[in-house]
């Protein structure tokens, strides 16, 4: 039976250790996609920082850092 549990702690892992390289990817990705849909930069500029902050809100920010956590509201409310 597959532990889910693992294989996301495995995926956090790795946008820590390689966060770097990923966003360097993603940025690849959207020149080439940009060079072949012309008049859509706008669009995949945002699908490419949506991407981004997704893989920020999941790995953390920076290799080492602890992704942020969800603010819970103070007690009683």
Do not use: C, T, W, Y
């Amino acid at each position: 039976m597959v532990n889910f549990d693992e294989l996301k702690n495995k995926a956090q892992d790795a946008l820590k250790e390689h966060g770097d390289k990923i966003e360097q990817g993603l940025d690849k990705a959207g020149d080439f996609a940009k060079s072949k849909f012309s008049g859509q930069s706008d669009k995949i500029e945002g699908g490419v920082e949506k991407a981004k902050d997704f893989l920020g809100k999941f790995g953390g920010d920076k290799p080492g850092e602890e992704p942020p956590r969800e603010q819970q509201p103070p007690a009683g409310q």
